[in-house]
C-alpha cells in the first residue's frame, strides 16, 4: 500500500457505507429481510480492487461479509480475478496467517458478492460472471480446480429493473447520475450539470436529507468521478493513475471555462 495516495470516496460509498441505506439494498438483492445489523462492521481494503476512486462497500458480520462494487463506466471482465486477490486478502487480514496451517478447520465468513453496473454501454438486466472463464483451458475432471462467480445487476435509470423499486436509496441514486448525464449530454458543462442536477433532486424530494447535509461533498465527489470518467477516454500507456494526474488539472481547467466533455475529450486526444 502507497501511503501518499489519496483515495477519494465516490459517491456510491458515500451512500451506502452508511448503515440504514446499506441493509435496505442487501434486503433488495437478497429477497432477506435483515433487521439485526447490530454485529454489521463497515471495512475497508486499501489498494485491491480500485487505485484511486473507491468503490467498494464492505459490512463483515459473523458469518458473512458483503461486497457491493459499483461499476459506472464499463463492465471489468477481470472482476472474478480481481475479487480473488481481495477475498484473500480479507481472509488474510482476518484470521491471520498462520492459522492456515493449523489441524482444525477454521470456519470462514461466506463471501456475498455483486456488481452493480451503472453504465450506459448496452449490456443485459443481469449477468454471471465467472473467473473459469478466463482459464486457458477447461479444468479437467480428475484434478481438482477453483472458479468464482460474480453476479452483475445493471442498475442504469433506465432500465426499470425491479432492484430499483425494491431499494427507494438505488433508485434515486441512480436518477442522480442519470441527471448529471442527461444534463452534459444536452451541451452544458460539467459544473452546471451537477449543480442542475442535485438542484434537481433537492426540489423533487430525491435523496433530500442525505443531499442537503453533504451538499458540498456529494457536488465535489460528482465532479471528481466525472472528471475521472473524461480521463479514462484518454488512457495512456503509462497507467491510469499516472495519466489521471497528468491530465486533472487541464480537465478543471477546460470544465471551468465552459467545454462539454466531447470538447474536453477531442482536446485532450489531440494534445497526446
Known amino acids: 500500500m502507497n501511503p501518499d495516495r489519496d483515495y477519494q470516496n465516490s459517491l456510491f460509498v458515500a451512500l ?4 440504514e441505506p446499506f441493509t435496505h439494498l442487501y434486503n433488495a438483492l437478497s429477497d432477506e429481510n435483515l433487521n439485526n445489523t447490530s454485529s454489521f ?9 480500485f487505485r484511486l476512486f473507491r468503490k467498494d462497500v464492505c459490512f463483515l458480520s459473523e458469518d458473512r461479509f458483503i461486497l457491493l462494487i459499483e461499476q459506472q463506466y464499463t463492465i471489468n471482465n477481470n472482476m472474478p480475478l480481481l475479487l480473488l486477490d481481495y477475498i484473500a486478502t480479507l481472509y488474510n487480514k482476518l484470521s491471520g496467517h498462520e492459522r492456515f ?54 442498475i442504469n435509470n433506465k432500465r426499470n429493473y425491479p432492484i430499483l423499486i425494491k431499494c427507494k436509496e438505488l ?12 444534463n452534459w449530454s444536452l451541451g452544458s458543462d460539467l459544473i ?20 442537503k447535509k453533504n451538499s458540498l461533498d456529494v ?18 500507456e ?3 493513475e499516472k495519466t489521471y494526474k497528468k491530465y486533472l488539472s487541464q480537465v478543471k481547467s477546460l470544465s471551468e471555462k465552459g467545454y462539454t466533455h466531447e470538447q474536453i475529450i477531442d482536446i485532450l486526444k489531440k494534445g497526446k
Not at 16 to 19: H, I, P, Q
Not at 41 to 49: H, K, P, T
Request: proline fraction near 4%; glycine fraction near 2%; aromatic fraction near 12%.
Open 16 to 19: 451506502f457505507s452508511e448503515l
Open 171 to 182: 433508485y434515486e441514486y441512480s436518477i442522480i447520475i442519470d441527471k448529471v448525464r442527461e
Open 101 to 154: 496451517f493449523r489441524n482444525m478447520l477454521f470456519k470462514l465468513p461466506t463471501p456475498e458478492v455483486i456488481v452493480l453496473y451503472n453504465g450506459v454501454d448496452s449490456f443485459p438486466d443481469e449477468k454471471i460472471l465467472k473467473l473459469s472463464d478466463a482459464f486457458k483451458t477447461p479444468p479437467k475432471k480428475q484434478f481438482g480446480s477453483i472458479d468464482l462467480t460474480v453476479r452483475v445487476i445493471n
Open 219 to 236: 457536488r465535489d465527489m460528482l465532479l471528481r468521478e466525472f472528471e475521472f470518467y473524461i480521463i479514462q477516454q484518454v488512457r495512456t
Open 41 to 49: 462492521r463497515f471495512i475497508s481494503l486499501e489498494d485491491v480492487l
Open 238 to 240: 503509462e497507467g491510469m
Open 192 to 211: 452546471n450539470s451537477v449543480d442542475l442536477a442535485l438542484n434537481y433532486c433537492i426540489e423533487n424530494n430525491i435523496l433530500v436529507d442525505f443531499l
